[in-house]
């Protein structure tokens, strides 16, 4: 931009930039601390947030309608990256010259990364590159830990690839001899490239298939028919629809080569065991339209989806974080409010509607060609947010914004030798002692802030993993302190460092400064349950009961499905005397996780609780009925244990979250008793609930087996292979029996 400016360069006026510079603005707004009175009116609900964590602490603080100012602020740094490449896009590619070599720099630098991650893909299918180790629950496809987010990038590009391989196939002039005819078939440049182009093209449409995203595959396939259905309203490009017909035989021979297996099966895990249609995003999307109805207008903040998500989450996971809504139209309704969505709808508006008109008048092909493909692009990815989260990714967002400036300059650019260069008018609002300062305090403000998570998380990381308990010396406890107190010099918007910084000089006989460093914590990240509900135990410690009772009940509500929040007051209300509260509280937490059963069984034990006050605490679920009977079982009091099992076994028809090993495990009380009959009809049972589970079906083979009924142990193994065809229990124990 400077040197733009101070060599006279016009700046051409963008379309669409100021709605996104009202965004920018809007989305520091939100960081802004404001009167509580003032917060109160603009999100009541947000005021509420605070009302029950900050405001316990600091009555007097100023708030902002963020709930996590970082969170925010890196979003403000994202989004402003995309709207300078989308700027920049636009002023660069004015000139005809770069616009063409542009373009084919970014179909080849897809082809190349496609070619590369199919390779790695069947090479070394969980690490990337050959070397990057990533968590087990990642799908690796290219550099992407996720598949989906890599296909999302490969759909943005693969149309502009079919545009320019139409765009560029030979044109033949049917009036002349064969001869002329043939020679501009075979124009070699010409051909090369169309030839090229279309390898591109095949090569993209593969990888997206090879991903195995069902979301990509669907949204191309829309995308495609859109570009289909332009060519087809141009009365000249009808012919178009046979090189297509030739282009997707291409792709289904080259599918065939590597196998439909993988998709089939991806598209085969939308059942659960139960052969119920079953989809987790549903589940995010219920859930987000709640939120949406508390935060309407002003939304909960840029980047605070995964603060406030678990506020509102029915669906229960007690290691799963929900970051993303997977559904960025509902993602920028919870953290924008309608106000974003009016500002998003502006840009589209001032995006399309001029860029349409002015292609309509152009006559250069390729001008027409490069505008439908970015569009189609554009279409596949903005279809592709209904189930993911692409734009939140740094750089697939970045490809979005280019494709903006792409189709701007497809419908502005002049290809001919025309004076103008682009149809675009030039600005007279960029001045270059205006433009200098601001373009240099976003930078350097931007590195500061990026730098400084950067030594920040440095530091941190040198003591992270240090545990630090009562008998920890005073050494490491003042060397902890101090690393944790570098870290938040640098990053002073990081909530978790002023709670670590608590813990430690809480260990060091500090309350005092332990509970300001609590207060810090909590007013840059108000909604973790965890910060607050050590502040309250913290309260506890010095004598106030109320505050602390009331910082432990906001843990809770600030994550209502997690269990161990529950547990945590509830022994607290233990500790104070209040057993009937805690039975309650502890009779909640069961309900969310029957699987912790055991560990709270430990804890009410420990309190003297009788068998019949943990039986009136259990909610009405299998499994935490089943954790009580093993523990009983275990005591050797095998006639309680029985008497519980039969309750697990009374509950199966009503049990929402019922889960195929009830049934195993009750079976095995009645194995481990030699009473085999009455554990062959639980795993019966078992079996008209899940009656693809392969190990019911093997446990039931072995039962029939004891009890002298081999022909039925044989059924039972091969209808476990017809489900998993490579078992080898099964195997093995069906050639024994033969």
């Known amino acids: 931009m400077i040197y733009r400016l101070n060599n006279s360069k016009p700046i051409y006026k963008t379309p669409g930039i100021l709605p996104l510079l009202i965004f920018l603005i809007y989305i520091l707004f939100q960081i802004v601390p404001l009167p509580a009175s003032i917060v109160k009116i603009l999100s009541p609900n947000t005021y509420i947030i605070y009302a029950e964590s900050v405001s316990l602490l600091d009555p007097t603080a100023w708030l902002s309608i963020s709930i996590n100012k970082k969170s925010t602020l890196s979003e403000f740094f994202r989004y402003l990256a995309y709207v300078c490449i989308y700027f920049l896009t636009v002023q660069?590619?004015?000139?005809?010259?770069?616009?063409?070599?542009?373009?084919?720099v970014v179909v080849s630098f897809a082809t190349l990364l496609s070619v590369l991650a199919i390779v790695q893909y069947y090479s070394s299918k969980d690490i990337i590159y050959w070397f990057r180790e990533v968590p087990n629950n990642s799908i690796v496809f290219g550099p992407y830990v996720n598949h989906n987010h890599f296909a999302g990038l490969i759909e943005m590009i693969l149309p502009i690839a079919i545009a320019l391989f139409l765009c560029l196939k030979p044109q033949v002039t049917y009036k002349v001899s064969f001869r002329e005819k043939l020679i501009s078939f075979i124009d070699p440049q010409r051909l090369e490239s169309h030839i090229l182009l279309g390898f591109s093209a095949v090569i993209l449409l593969l990888t997206v298939v090879i991903s195995v995203s069902r979301g990509a595959l669907i949204s191309v396939c829309l995308s495609m028919i859109f570009f289909i259905l332009i060519l087809v309203l141009r009365r000249q490009q009808k012919k178009s629809g046979l090189i297509f017909i030739f282009f997707f035989i291409a792709i289904i021979i080259s599918v065939n080569w590597f196998g439909w297996d993988e998709m089939v099966e991806r598209f085969g895990e939308l059942k659960n065991e139960r052969g119920e249609i079953h989809e987790a995003r549903l589940e995010f999307w219920k859930d987000s339209t709640k939120i949406i109805k508390d935060f309407p207008i002003t939304g909960i903040g840029f980047g605070n989806f995964g603060d406030i998500y678990p506020r509102y989450r029915s669906f229960l996971s007690k290691n799963r974080l929900v970051l993303h809504a997977h559904n960025d139209y509902l993602e920028l309704m919870i953290e924008g409010g309608l106000i974003s969505v009016?500002?998003?709808?502006?840009?589209?508006y001032a995006l399309l509607i001029p860029g349409i008109r002015t292609i309509l008048t152009r006559k250069e092909r390729y001008s027409f060609y490069l505008f439908i493909g970015c569009l189609s692009g554009i279409l596949a990815i903005l279809f592709h947010s209904f189930t993911d989260f692409n734009t939140h990714i740094g750089a697939n967002g970045l490809y979005l914004f280019f494709l903006f400036g792409l189709l701007i300059s497809a419908a502005n650019t002049r290809l001919r030798g025309l004076k103008t260069k682009t149809i675009l008018e030039k600005s007279n609002h960029f001045k270059f002692w205006i433009v200098t300062p601001l373009a240099s305090l976003a930078l350097i403000t931007g590195l500061v802030f990026n730098i400084g998570i950067m030594v920040g998380s440095i530091n941190f990381a040198s003591v992270a993993d240090i545990f630090l308990d009562e008998e920890t010396p005073i050494n490491v406890l003042k060397k902890t302190a101090s690393s944790v107190k570098k870290a938040s010099k640098f990053d002073p918007f990081e909530g978790q460092y002023y709670y670590a910084l608590g813990n430690v000089v809480s260990l060091m006989n500090k309350p005092k400064h332990a509970l300001d460093n609590y207060k810090k914590a909590i007013y840059f990240n108000p909604y973790n349950g965890e910060i607050l509900q050590q502040a309250g135990l913290l309260f506890d410690n010095l004598g106030d009961k109320k505050s602390a009772e009331k910082l432990l009940k906001a843990g809770i509500r600030t994550d209502i499905s997690n269990a161990d929040a529950y547990g945590t007051y509830a022994t607290w209300l233990l500790y104070q005397d209040k057993k009937q509260q805690s039975m309650n509280v502890l009779k909640k937490a069961l309900s969310l996780y029957p699987e912790t059963t055991g560990e709270y069984i430990a804890l009410m034990l420990m309190n003297q609780f009788e068998t019949q006050d943990i039986l009136e605490v259990l909610p009405d679920k299998v499994r935490s009925y089943i954790e009580l009977g093993n523990y009983l079982e275990q005591s050797q009091q095998?006639?309680?244990?029985?008497?519980?099992?039969?309750?697990?076994?009374?509950?199966?028809?009503?049990?929402?979250?019922?889960?195929?090993s009830s049934f195993s495990r009750i079976a095995q009380f009645y194995i481990n008793t030699k009473r085999e009959d009455e554990a062959l009809n639980i795993l019966l049972q078992g079996i008209n609930y899940f009656p693809n589970d392969v190990n019911l079906r093997i446990k039931t083979a072995k039962i029939y087996f004891k009890l002298g009924i081999p022909y039925r142990s044989k059924e039972e193994y091969k209808k476990a292979l017809t489900i998993d065809p490579k078992n080898k229990i099964a195997v093995k124990a069906l050639n024994s029996l033969f």
């Open 92 to 104: 660069t590619l004015a000139n005809k010259k770069k616009l063409e070599q542009t373009v084919y």
């Open 342 to 348: 009016c500002l998003v709808a502006w840009f589209f």
């Open 638 to 660: 095998y006639q309680s244990a029985e008497l519980v099992y039969k309750k697990a076994f009374s509950l199966i028809e009503i049990d929402e979250d019922l889960h195929h």
